[in-house]
């Protein structure tokens, strides 16, 4: 698998992964800065992302596979994915990391790599 930094070059392969999940492509222009995006011979496997926070925090969040991909292949992209952005963020001084989950595999993910996840509620709103 190849790891590559997010940049606007990769906004084709993700608006991809999104179309093919039924989910609104307009969500490309809301992603953070900081992200990986994983391939396999050129193709778009998965891509996570890093948001930058106040008090040197930051959350993972905005994590996409491309459906198409192999189950195993996008479980690794996942996996090493994280490792990726744990790197990232140690590179840019983040003192905690932040991140929350429908998905019961990413939360056995994050635990494995160390996360705490806290009973609460979280809200969301629209402004």
Do not use: C
Not at 37 to 59: H, M, W
Not at 66 to 88: H, V
Request: glycine share 8%; charged share 30%; proline share 3%.
């Amino acid at each position: 698998m190849e790891f590559k930094v997010f940049d606007s070059s990769h906004k084709d392969a993700l608006m991809g992964m999104l179309k093919e999940r039924s989910m609104a492509q307009q969500l490309v222009d809301d992603l953070p800065k900081h992200g990986v995006v994983i391939y396999k011979s050129g193709t778009p496997v998965g891509a996570l992302f890093l948001r930058l926070v106040e008090g040197n925090y930051g959350i993972l969040d905005s994590f996409i596979t491309n459906p198409k991909s192999d189950a195993e292949d996008r479980s690794e992209a996942i996996e090493k994915g994280f490792e990726q952005l744990l790197e990232l963020s140690k590179n840019l001084n983040i003192k905690r990391l932040l991140t929350f989950s429908e998905e019961d595999s990413l939360v056995r993910r994050a635990k494995h790599v160390g996360f705490t996840f806290l009973p609460m509620n979280l809200g969301i709103r629209d402004v």
